[in-house]
T-cell receptor
């Protein structure tokens, strides 16, 4: 079993829709959870960073962690065409090891 | 403040050739890492460094060498290129978490490498 698994998509939604992106993880000891956004031909950039369980909101983005289910989610409200990108979940482990999901490609159609 | 800069952006090599991918950061970060990104595989760690003079292997180190002589630079060397090394390579840096926890990584825009 992989340390982190992510719905591969691709996902295509109309502008204004609510988007839900999800990952599951295997190790209950993980405490930090990150979401990166990657535009085409660019490097990943940090979008959200959460610690332990609960929700964190930043504008139209909400990151949610359910440690009992080992499930993390990123919600995008009022999605915009500029949100079209690949979204990767990432979980740091010991040392410099980060486990990345394979990414979900999102297209928001105007 | 340029962040993480990678050169070249694109490169085509023939099997057996060697080359060096350059990475520089201007944020004085202790950690630097090299990843490769392949379709359906996600980002996989090749090598990383926790400071000048210190390097270690990641998940997929075979066929690659690194060195870290300064805080700013972390070049990745392909010793004898193989078609299986065709990929997009990302360099990343991050600071040590001063108050505990993990600091997120900052990525460059990648080097797209094709090996024929």
């Amino acid at each position: 079993q992989k340390e982190v698994e992510q719905d591969p998509g691709p996902l295509s939604v109309p502008e204004g829709a609510i988007v839900s992106l999800n990952c599951t993880y295997s190790n209950s000891a993980f405490q930090y959870f990150m979401w990166y956004r990657q535009y085409s031909r660019k490097g990943p950039e940090l979008l959200m960073y959460t610690y332990s369980s609960g929700n964190k909101e930043d504008g139209r983005f909400t990151a949610q962690v359910d440690k009992s289910s080992k499930y993390i989610s990123l919600f995008i409200r009022d999605s915009q065409p500029s949100d079209s990108a690949t979204y990767l979940c990432a979980i740091p482990s010991t040392g410099n090891q980060f486990y990345f999901g394979t990414g979900t490609s999102l297209t928001v159609i105007p | 403040n340029a962040g993480v800069t990678q050169t070249p952006k694109f490169q085509v090599l023939k099997t057996g050739q060697s080359m060096t991918l350059q990475c520089a950061q201007d944020m004085n970060h202790e950690y630097m890492s090299w990843y490769r990104q392949d379709p359906g595989m996600g980002l996989r760690l090749i090598h990383y460094s926790v400071g000048a003079g210190i390097t270690d292997q990641g998940e997929v180190p075979n066929g690659y060498n690194v060195s870290r002589s300064t805080t700013e630079d972390f070049p990745l060397r392909l010793l004898s290129a193989a078609p299986s090394q065709t990929s997009v390579y990302f360099c990343a840096s991050r600071p040590v978490g001063r108050t505990g926890g993990y600091q997120p990584q900052h990525f460059g825009d990648g080097t797209r490498l094709s090996i024929l």
